[in-house]
C-alpha cells in the first residue's frame, strides 16, 4: 500500500512482521471514546494566520450555521404581510404594534419605536433587537425587590430603567435617533402559537433538521426584512443587539445574514457555557467550533460585546484577545470591543447597555455628543404593548407546531425535487447543495495526504500460513493532531500493483478471515495483485460497546450539535482510510459489507475522486426506519436531503455498485445524477445481496 512505508518495514524487521509471542500489544486510546462534550465545556478559537485561510474557514463554518438551522438552501421567502397599528406617543419617540408571517400561517410580533424627530425624506439608522430569556419576554417587568436590589448595585439610575430594562433600551435608542423594531421569541409574549421549547424535539424533527433554533433564526432573518422594507430606514445602517439568549441570535443572525452593519451580542458571547436553551442549540452547530469564532465571522464588521459575572466573565482574556488578531488579520483593529463588569450578575443593565449606545452611536454615525447617557423614560404597561387586540386578532390562518412543521417538510421536499439534476447547471447546484449538506452532517471531509498520521501496531494472532505468504501490517491511523485510533490491517501480495480495496466490514479485520484462512474474496483480491485495507471505523470491530454514551434525552441537539452522530463518526474514520490508501498514486476501490455498506456509500460522496470504484451492500436500510436517538444509524438532516439514495448522487460518475436494495427507496434522483453527468452504465443496481466474491470480482476487474 505505502510502497516506501512498507518496503523499509521490510528491510527493517522482514516477513512477517509481529511481535514475539506473549508480548501485548499496546492500544492506543481513542479520544473519542471519551465523555462526549457538552455545551459548558472549554472552546477557545484559534485565529487564522492569513486571510486566505479565514476566508475559506468563515465560508465553512456560515454553512454549517445554516445547514445546522435547517436553512440550507434558503426557504422561501414568502409575503410578510406586516400589519402595523396602535401608535403610542413619548417624549420624542412613537411606539406601535406590529406583526407579519416569517412562514404562512406563523407569526412574528412585536413594537415598533421610532423617534418622532425625522426630517422629510431622512433615510434612519436602525435597531434589531431580540431580547433573550426575561420572564414574559418584551413585557417583561421586574419585582420591587429586584428594582431595588438593582438601584442598590448601581446597575440602574432609574426605578423605570430599573423595572423595564427592556423597554428602557428601545426608547433611549429611539431617542438617539434610530427605527427599533423589538420582537419576541417563539412562544413569549404575544408569540403563543408555539410554546417555548416545545414542538421541535421528536427523531422525525431531527432528521429533517426542524428545529427550534432555526425557527427563531428564520424569525430574525425576516425580521430583518421587515425592518428593511420600512421607507426610513437606511439599509446600510442596521445593527443588532440582544442579551443572553437574544445575544445567541445576534451573532447568530449576523454570521448568516450579511445585512446588518454592526452587532452586539451582550453577555453571550464566551469560550465557556454555550447557550443552555432548545432555541440556542441544534445539531452540527458547534462541532468543531464555538462561540468566539461564531461571533468572529462578523469581521471586519463592528463587533461589541458586554460580559458580566456569569459564563462570560474571562472575556477580556478568552476569547477577545484571539477576536483583536483577527479583526487586525482583516485590517480592521478599531472594529472589535469587549468589556467584563465583574461586579454585575448575568443582565443586559444600565451600565451594559450605555456601552452599547456608544458602540452603536460610533459605529452607525449617530451623531449624539459621547459619552450618550441614557435618559429618564415613561415606560408602557405591559398589556398595552400587546399587538393583538379584537380589532387586530391573530389571523385565523395561524398555525402550531404541527401544522408548521407540515408546511415545513411539504417546502423541503420541494426545494429537494427542484434540485434533481436536468442539466450541468443543475447538477453543478445540487452537487454544491447536497455536497455541503453532506460534509456538515459528517463534520467531516476527505485529508490531505499529509493530514493522516499512522504509526505501526503490534499483533500476535495472526494465521501464520497467511503471514508467510503476504505482507502483514497493522496500524493506527488518526487526522493529524486529532488523537484518534483506528485499527487498519494491511494484507498486501508481494507482487502489487498499486491498487488499493479499502475493505469495511461490521466485524472489522476479523471478516477477513473463515477460521485461519483467508475467505474467498479476500483471496481474490489478494490473487489480483491488489492490496486489502481493513479499516474498523469508531466502535466496531471487538471493541464496538466500548465506550458508548447515550444521546440526551430531552434533545438530541444537546448531543449532535457538540460531537458527530456515531455514523458519521464511522463515515470519518473511512475517509481517513480512503485518503491513507490513496497516498499519491493509489487507484482505490471502497467496498462495503453488511450493514456498512451505508457508511461506505455516504463515505465515497465525501471522499470525491478518491475513490475510483465503490461497490456497497445497502442492507435494505433507508432513513424513515430510525425512530430513535440513540440508534446507530441515526443522522440528522437525512431525510432533509432525500435520504441514502440521494446522497449517493454526489459518487457520480464514479462507478457505482449497489445490492441488497429492496425497499431503500426511489432511485430516480441517484439515475438522473448519473445520466447528466453522462455516465449512467456506471451505476449499478443490483436486488439481492450480492455474493462478496463477486463484489470484489467487479471492483478489481
Known sequence: MQRLFCSLLVLAFGLPYTLPAGEPAKTPIDKRLG???????????????????????????????????????????????????????????????????????????????????????????????????????????????????????????????????????????????????????????????????????????????????????????????FL????????????????????????????????????????MVSTAMQGGCICENASYLRVGTGNIELAGLFAPKPLGMAAANDWTIDIETKGLPELQALYKLLGADENVMGKCLPQFGHNYNQVSRELMYNFFNMHLKLGQKAPVKEQPFVPVPPKELSVYNDEHPLPKDAVDAVGLRRYLTGKQEQQLAELRPSDANSLAKYRDV??????????????????????????????????????????????????????????????YADRVVVWVHPEGRASLFEGKKLTPAVQKILDSEACVLAVEPFRTGPNNKEGETPVNKNFAGFTYGYNRPLLAERVHDIATAVAFAKGEKQKVFLAGFDKAGPWVVLASGLAGNAVTRTAADLHQFRFERVTDYNDEMMLPGALKYGGLLTLAGLCAPRELYLHNTEGTGATAFLTAAYQVAGKKDNLRFVTPRSDPVAVVEWLVR
Request: net charge positive; aromatic share 10%.
Open 35 to 225: 465523555k462526549p462534550k457538552t455545551l459548558n465545556d472549554y472552546f477557545p478559537f484559534t485565529p487564522p494566520t492569513s486571510k486566505e485561510d479565514w476566508a475559506k474557514r468563515r465560508q465553512q463554518v456560515r454553512e454549517q450555521v445554516l445547514v445546522a438551522n435547517g436553512l440550507w438552501p434558503e426557504p422561501e421567502k414568502t409575503p410578510l404581510k406586516p400589519v402595523v397599528h396602535g401608535k403610542i406617543e413619548r417624549d420624542g419617540y412613537t411606539i406601535e404594534k406590529v406583526f407579519f408571517a416569517s412562514y404562512p400561517g406563523h407569526y412574528v410580533s412585536g413594537n415598533l419605536y421610532r423617534p418622532t424627530a425625522i426630517r422629510k425624506g431622512a433615510k434612519l439608522p436602525a435597531i434589531l433587537s431580540p431580547h433573550g430569556h426575561w420572564a414574559n419576554g418584551r413585557f417583561f417587568a421586574a419585582g420591587d425587590k429586584e428594582v431595588d436590589n438593582q438601584m442598590k448595585q448601581g446597575a440602574e439610575q432609574t426605578r423605570e430603567g430599573a423595572k423595564y430594562p427592556l423597554q428602557a433600551r428601545c426608547a433611549q435608542l429611539a431617542r438617539m435617533g434610530c427605527v427599533v423594531f423589538f420582537y419576541d421569541m417563539v412562544g413569549n409574549a404575544d408569540s403563543q402559537q408555539i410554546p417555548h421549547r416545545q414542538g421541535f424535539t421528536d427523531v422525525d424533527a431531527e432528521l429533517r433538521l426542524q428545529n427550534f433554533m432555526g425557527l427563531q433564526t428564520w424569525n430574525s432573518i425576516r425580521a430583518l426584512d
Open 228 to 267: 428593511i422594507s420600512l421607507p426610513d430606514v437606511d439599509p446600510e445602517r442596521i445593527g443588532v443587539t440582544g442579551a443572553s439568549g437574544g445575544g445567541t441570535q445576534t451573532f447568530i443572525l449576523c454570521a448568516v445574514d450579511n445585512r446588518p452593519a454592526a452587532a452586539f451580542p451582550a453577555v
Open 434 to 495: 447536497i455536497g455541503t449538506a453532506l460534509r456538515t452532517m459528517m463534520g467531516s471531509e476527505l485529508p490531505s495526504k499529509d493530514g493522516v498520521e499512522h504509526a505501526l501496531h503490534g499483533y500476535t494472532d495472526f494465521p501464520a500460513e497467511v503471514a508467510k505468504k503476504y505482507s502483514v501490517l497493522l496500524f493506527r491511523l488518526t487526522r493529524k493532531g486529532k488523537g484518534e485510533s483506528v485499527p487498519v490491517l494491511e494484507i498486501s501480495p508481494k507482487k
